[in-house]
């Protein structure tokens, strides 16, 4: 039995079967946690948004038009419910994200060097936690899911230039946090 196309099963649930839903929170439900961490910083908080993104979704998907894919609208959702939880939390305290810890160390790896790394990551975390949301958002999109400017424009609904601008002022703020904290 081959597996079913996001848009069949958006028609199957539309239908009356709920299990069609069931499957696309299964399919999508790891990436939209880890859009929604990375803007958040916490795991309970990156939690409680993946629950919110697929109530919404749950009450929604009938007026999804299909005009882009269904992983850009859903990507959509967390990101705006992701810097809206942001907002209302004021996060402002850097939380260390657990995938650090569970990194396992390279060949040659000496525990001085891991915490060289993990200090630079936590100082890169910290910084983006500072990012204006607009910024945040865009950053986390390019830097940690490798997202083309073109898709973060259509996700976001910004132009390119407006994008690459948050980007570029993104890249810029990150740095100078970086070289204070070195200086």
Known sequence: MTEQTDPQLIESFRNGNEKAFNQLVARHQERIYWVARRILGSHEDADDVVQEVFLRVFRKLHTFRGNSEFFTWLYRIAVNLSLNASKRKKVADFFHIDALHERQPADG???????MR??????????????????KAVFT???HEGMKFERIASILGRSV?????NYFHAVRKIDRFLKERHA
């Open 109 to 115: 790896d000496n525990p001085e060097t891991l915490l």
């Open 118 to 135: 993990r200090e630079e990551q936590s100082l890169l975390d910290r910084a983006v936690v500072l990012l204006p949301e607009k910024q």
């Open 141 to 143: 999109m390019r830097y």
């Open 161 to 165: 230039g407006g994008v690459k601008s």
